[in-house]
């Protein structure tokens, strides 16, 4: 098979941004697609996630001028924490800072603590999801409008009049989107009609398998097979734990029998084999791009484990 494989990251667990900016250099130069990166403030158990969350966009526009190939971007960007107007022009900014490299994941939001503790408003889950609607739709159609032209947006929650839709990204029509999730019936319909590719995280091949179907009975539903627009990504997150030998894969899968606020989790720990099979198993129900969350940013030893036994048989 013919993998597209990232490196997926939860600095809230504990990073400060040398650690993320030497993990991402490294994830460049062992020839992975692309660095993503949680956007939460708050890390989801017990441990506090010394020495504290990071910005997840401000992070990004620091790595893109210290990157040159990889791909950039968040899984995924809540929508209660910033107005879409501003995402826009953050995202379209930090675009530009990398040349044309930053994709955008965006999301509901679910972790209510974090929000709890530093003052944003949580909405209950039916107006969250209203407010990710009508992000996609601001930001989208920001990025879309014609230079010399203005963009206005007359929604429940989002209000914007002649805004100069500025600046632009370097990619046209705009970053890609990506939206997924577990949600049965919203998550689809958003993903059909705005995303460029749809995630499916860390999940079982059969639970993964029906989302991937419920995104093509979207797809149908919308008619965007017959909109001209490109067929949907289908992605998976992966948790990966692997060593040479099982002792070694058990100390990396620790943090992962921690009690956590997460919901369950199919990981893959064991050999470098064993994560090949699994991304084969995934590739057959459709997944064409892999998002691997690696835990610990300190050890870089894991990540070349990968680059050098997994990636090559993929």
Known sequence: MTARVCVFTEPHRGADYEDQLRFAQLVEACGFEGFFRADHYQAMGADPGLPGPTDAWLTLGALARETSRIRLGTLVTSATFRLPGPLAVTVAQVDRMSGGRVELGLGAGWYEREHTSYG??????????????EQLAVITGLWRTPAGEHFSHHG???????????PKPVQVPGPPIIVGGRGPKRTPQLAARYADEFNMPFKSVAETARAYRRIAEACERTGRADSGRPPLVLSTGVVVAIGHTDAEAQRRAAPLHVKSALPPEDPVIGSPAQLVDRLGEFSAIGAGRFHLRLIDFT???HLELIAGEVLPQL
């Open 120 to 133: 944003i408003p949580f909405p209950p889950a039916p107006e969250r999801f209203d407010r990710l609607e």
């Open 156 to 166: 429940h929650h989002y209000q914007l009049l002649d805004a100069p839709a500025l």
């Open 299 to 301: 050890d870089l030893d």
